[in-house]
């Protein structure tokens, strides 16, 4: 059973920067593939991006390709999300998600484990 943790959410001003992370325990963290996701109230849970297991390919949804990257630090079981250029429709509740299944990435069904979620709130 793997377990992540989120951290990094906060309050950004709109052209500001945040760095979210993800810290996974009780698995080889190495083997799973990774994903962020983003929620608001009353919409569904959101693909933003992810990145395969080995680092090597990332993917991001169009709303947030070169403003938002994602790596990962396989020796510290730790996946982050570094964003820049931050806009009002950033908000939302960020999550983390790790799955070793095949599939398609940007799909949440895709992904077996889950983190609580972290907040993030863009200001105008």
Do not use: H
């Not at 680092?55 to 396989?74: L, Q």
């Not at 070793?100 to 949440?108: D, T, V, Y």
Request: charged share 20%; aromatic share 12%.
């Amino acid at each position: 059973q793997v377990q992540l943790v989120e951290s990094g959410g906060g309050l950004a001003q709109a052209g500001g920067s945040l760095r979210l992370s993800c810290v996974a325990s009780g698995g080889d963290f190495s083997l799973y593939d990774m994903g962020w996701f983003r929620q608001v109230p009353g919409k569904e849970r959101e693909f933003v991006g992810c990145i395969s297991w080995g680092g090597i390919a990332t993917y991001y949804v169009d709303s947030v390709k070169g403003r938002f990257a994602i790596s990962r630090d396989n020796a510290k079981n730790t996946q982050y999300l570094q964003m820049n250029s931050l806009k009002v429709e950033d908000t939302g509740v960020y999550y983390c998600a790790a799955t070793r299944r095949p599939g398609a990435l940007n799909l949440s069904t895709r992904y077996d484990y889950w983190g609580q979620g972290t907040q993030v709130t863009v200001s105008s």
